[in-house]
């Protein structure tokens, strides 16, 4: 089942990317493996997948001594300072910086290492109560703040679009996304990329790449729906 999940993600993104006049090469597909067996991705793995996104600190330590070395993982999740010492030097990327104080922990932990940790700034692109990230208006004073940091490379912005049955309706959230990095770039910030816009899940990626997203993340579209009540 995953593998044929895959092979359709990568057939809609492929798809998506043309409409769009874009490279299918120029978007990276997350497998969002959390709560997911391992047995789920040694599958997806046997099917070519290579990068998986983990939410929660704890599950991506775990999976990480589990699979290959040749995994890429990537943290998406909310990350408390407590346990930014796992998780540097083991993701590739953390998608989700959304403080001063948690990258200024990332950095501290990264000098020790003796590495350079990839970054993205989390934006709460709807302002919603619910959700983890900082304020649009803000992204280019953060963006300022982090610049200070020698051990962080800010590679670029992650957003989680609110939920919702019509994907149609987030596609202006995506739009107003690319325009913050285009703003962000324009202020030629040292240290700050915008080369990677994470933005797209199972129920939109479509339209996420339709408005510049290079980085879909793709949980229940490869692995099936996830069940929390176990
Ligand atoms: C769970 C999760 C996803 C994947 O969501 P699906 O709707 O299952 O594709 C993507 N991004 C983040 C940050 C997540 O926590």
Redesign the pocket.
């Given at each position: 089942m995953v593998e044929e999940n895959l092979r359709q993600v990568r057939t809609d993104i492929a798809a998506a990317a043309s409409a769009a006049g874009r490279n299918e090469s120029d978007i990276m597909l997350l497998a969002?493996s959390?709560t997911k067996p391992l047995s789920m991705l040694q599958e997806a793995y046997q099917a070519g997948q290579r990068r998986f996104?983990e939410?929660k600190v704890q599950e991506l330590v775990q999976k990480c001594s589990q699979m290959p070395g040749d995994v890429e993982w990537h943290m998406?999740?909310h990350l408390q300072t407590n346990k930014v010492r796992q998780v540097v030097g083991r993701a590739a990327l953390i998608?989700?910086v959304d403080s001063l104080h948690l990258a200024q922990e990332i950095e501290r932990e990264s000098e020790r290492q003796g590495v350079i940790t990839s970054i993205l700034m989390e934006i709460n692109i709807a302002g919603e109560d619910s959700k983890y990230g900082i304020m649009p208006e803000d992204a280019i004073r953060f963006a300022a703040e982090l610049s200070g940091l020698s051990h962080i490379r800010v590679k670029g912005l992650m957003t989680?679009a609110p939920f919702t049955d019509y994907a149609e309706e987030n596609r202006k959230y995506f739009r107003k996304m690319k325009q913050i990095a285009v703003d962000i770039t324009a202020q030629n910030i040292d240290n700050i990329t915008m080369d990677i816009l994470s933005m797209g899940?199972?129920?939109d990626y479509k339209i996420a790449i339709e408005e510049g997203s290079t980085c879909v993340?793709?949980?229940?579209?490869i692995f099936g729906e996830?069940n929390y009540s176990k």
């Open positions: 969002v959390k996104g939410n998406i999740g998608h989700s989680v899940m199972s129920g993340r793709v949980g229940t579209g996830r």
